[in-house]
T-cell receptor, first 111, second 115 residues
């Protein structure tokens, strides 16, 4: 079945550092890929998505490119802020329309 | 409403009691999902409704769990004879449905504690 593997956390960074969270997937067909974010005390929010190979999703300075050849969708941000502290989830949606989530990566940004 | 609405936001119940959790999806969304988020288990799919089709119940962990969706809108997740391991955040989500790649929008969740 479909599955997502993402980098284990927690990750602690200083403000303005570069952030990468690795995500790889296993799926049949052509899934859509997502990054969701959960800020402290809040619900899950869509951060960005990509629906086909080579698509780049971007939002709030974050980017991820759908790489079919490496089955990856790594999340990157060039300069993080304290407000980016959150749990980040990589997810995919396949032919069955359900979201399969990675385990989540906790990111803490220090001032 | 503007987003997916869930109630109650918090529920504490005694072991063995039944609980009902309610979800009001985004207006016009035909697809509705329930997920469970618990420590050490991540986000687990529970059940999926799409329009008038039979629901996909493949994620329900036991026959103590059931869900219904009335009139293609509001959904209720029922847990009978609750156990301590049922303690988790229960997340409802909805989407326009029917297409791979549709964005799935989540509610704030119902935090269930079984004591």
């Amino acid at each position: 079945g479909d599955s997502v593997t993402q980098m284990e956390g927690p990750v602690t960074l200083s403000e303005e550092a570069f952030l990468t969270i690795n995500c790889t997937y296993t799926a049949t067909g052509y899934p859509s890929l997502f990054w969701y974010v959960q800020y402290p005390g809040e619900g899950l929010q869509l951060l960005l998505k990509a629906t086909k190979a080579d698509d780049k999703g971007s939002n709030k300075g974050f980017e991820a490119t759908y790489r079919k050849e490496t089955t990856s969708f790594h999340l990157e941000k060039g300069s993080v802020q304290v407000s980016d502290s959150a749990v980040y989830f990589c997810a995919l949606s396949g032919d069955d329309y359900k979201l399969s989530f990675g385990a989540g990566t906790t990111v803490t940004v220090r001032a | 409403g503007a987003g997916v609405s869930q109630s109650p936001s918090n529920k504490v119940t005694e072991k063995g009691k039944d609980v009902e959790l309610r979800c009001d999806p985004i207006s016009g969304h035909t697809a509705l999902y329930w997920y469970r988020q618990s420590l050490g288990q991540g986000l687990e799919f529970l059940i999926y409704f799409q329009g008038n089709s039979a629901p996909d119940k493949s994620g329900l962990p036991s026959d103590r769990f059931s869900a219904e969706r009335t009139g293609g809108s509001v959904s209720t997740l029922t847990i009978q004879r609750t156990q301590q391991e049922d303690s988790a955040v229960y997340l409802c989500a909805s989407s326009e449905g029917g297409q791979v790649g549709n964005t799935i929008y989540f509610g704030e969740g119902s935090w269930l504690t079984v004591v």
